[in-house]
């Protein structure tokens, strides 16, 4: 647990937080923001679209390996990102760096449903979910004050003993043999054309949602549309044909066999709508902050602060309750907050003080805490006979979630905006940002209603509970 609680902080500290430097950057490199934010970018780019194809590496050559390879190469990847003596250095370590987070990610719901029974996953899975916070937590505060007083080449370099703590308490892991016999896994294929073909589709959804344009970053300005149209035309032709060729090959990447089993789809369906969820509020709270009620960025960090603190303690408390009576009620209920939270966010905002902000927000913090220990458990739970392709998809679909999240967020906000909003006196600017970012919370509502009720109907496999009995614990493997 220490191990994948020290990776999954390392995961978090390489991602979501490295934003901050983007300003920095841009600044050191004498290069435009626009440009410096390729650092992100090109993180979740290789992030989202391997994931899959680290889970299935894993299945071959063991999850403990790749998981492992994958801590050494993040933790390499950051050290030498602040040695960088141009951005297109800083630009190639960045996305080795989102290699490394795909290795990690995608292996280490395998290995924790491994280790741990259907009876313990729940309290297991909230382990790294807390540290996954905690990283959030600390590059929030800590970053803040590197890049206001020292340099951001130290944000990156915060990863090297964190890195090496986990690689330290990753190595043991190997002696587990984590999925099958060596014998097993060498007549386990791997159709690498399938698998590029599946990186390049994923990787072009990914950038169909993204401001990589001229203009403003918007959907509906003339630079956007001749962007994003062709580009969203682009993925739906790359996937037909990844569809195409998955069901006509003997060996597929991807099994579409898997997804007949209505419980596993089910909880695959929940965790999208919950990641749409959360990158919904990281897109749109600043903006109704900022744009909506005229404070300044700080403001934002103190209204998700609150969210970030809850994470610290409620996700423990979700997976022991549904470890403990498995509740159907748990994960309906927590979309169920996080819907009210936008709705609340959305029509009271600009009622109360600021100090109330984080308060119309409470619910989606609870709801958020509630929903995805529990959720992760469900989805592994949900297909014991193939952890590999468990752990790929429930990583996928948290990554297309973010995507989708973002993507239909901005969409409603820039197409509820009027054309002349630069140009608007103050106060009316500010009245236009809230009624767009009403409309774009009911599209958020909606989604998470239907998640709800999804969840509502999500049943457990018959005797998927039983399976501590029927499954033996982890052997020592002989060659370790």
């Given amino acids: 647990m220490i191990a994948l609680a020290s990776t999954q902080l390392l995961v978090q500290l390489s991602s979501m937080p490295i934003a901050l430097t983007i300003p920095s950057v841009a600044r050191h490199f004498d290069v435009d923001v626009a440009q410096a934010a390729w650092l992100v970018i090109i993180r979740l780019l290789l992030l989202g679209s391997t994931v899959f194809l680290a889970a299935r590496l894993g299945e071959k050559y063991g999850h403990a390996r790749v998981y492992l390879i994958g801590a050494v190469v993040l933790c390499v990847g950051s050290t030498m990102a602040a040695t960088s003596l141009s951005f297109n250095q800083l630009l190639f370590w960045s996305g080795l760096v989102g290699i490394g987070g795909a290795l990690i990610t995608a292996n280490s719901n395998a290995i924790l449903a491994m280790v741990f029974d259907n009876t313990e996953r729940g309290r297991a899975f909230a382990v790294p979910v807390v540290a996954a916070r905690l990283g959030g937590l600390i590059g929030l505060v800590l970053f803040g004050v590197f890049l206001q007083f020292v340099s951001w080449r130290l944000v990156f370099l915060t990863s090297l003993p964190i890195g090496l703590l986990a690689i330290k308490y990753s190595y043991p892991l190997l002696k587990y043999q984590v999925q099958q016999a060596a014998a097993d896994a060498s007549r386990i294929n791997i159709n690498y054309f399938g698998a590029a073909l599946m990186v390049v589709t994923l990787g072009t959804f990914i950038l169909s949602g ?3 344009h001229d203009g403003a970053e918007s959907f509906t300005t003339p630079e ?5 149209i062709p580009m969203n035309l682009l993925f739906l032709s790359l996937l037909a ?6 069901q006509r090959s003997r060996e597929p990447f ?5 997804f007949k089993q209505k419980y596993f789809s089910m909880a695959l369906f929940t965790n999208t709508t919950f990641h749409l969820s959360m990158l919904a509020v990281v897109t749109l709270i600043p903006i109704m902050v900022e744009d909506g009620l005229g404070h300044m960025p700080i403001i934002v960090t103190m209204v998700l602060l609150p969210n970030q603190l809850v994470g610290l303690f409620l996700p423990t408390l979700a997976g022991w309750v549904h470890d403990r009576y498995n509740p159907r009620w748990l994960r309906p209920i927590a979309l169920s907050l996080i819907a009210l939270g936008f709705i609340l966010v959305g029509f009271f905002a600009g009622d109360l003080p600021v100090w109330g902000l984080p308060i119309l927000l409470f619910p989606v913090g609870i709801g958020s805490n509630l929903f995805n220990t529990a959720n992760n458990a469900v989805v592994m739970n949900t297909l014991e006979e193939n952890r590999s392709f468990a752990s790929g998809m429930l990583e996928t679909t948290r990554q297309m979630g973010h995507t989708i999240g973002t993507t239909i967020s901005a969409t409603i906000l820039g197409l509820a905006l009027p054309v002349a909003i630069n140009v608007m006196p103050v106060f009316e600017a500010q009245a236009a940002f809230k009624q767009g970012f009403q409309y774009s919370a009911l599209a958020v509502v909606g989604i998470m209603a239907a998640g709800a009720f999804v969840a509502m109907f999500q049943r457990m496999p018959q005797g998927a509970r039983r399976a501590r009995i029927r499954q033996p ?3 020592l493997s002989g060659d370790s």
Avoid: E, G, N
């Avoid at 956007?224 to 994003?228: D, N």
């Avoid at 044909?241 to 998955?246: A, G, K, S, W």
């Fill in 224 to 228: 956007a549309v001749s962007y994003h």
């Fill in 210 to 212: 993204m401001h990589l």
């Fill in 241 to 246: 044909l990844f569809i195409v060729v998955q």
């Fill in 254 to 258: 991807l099994d579409f066999r898997y």
């Fill in 473 to 475: 614990a982890p052997q």
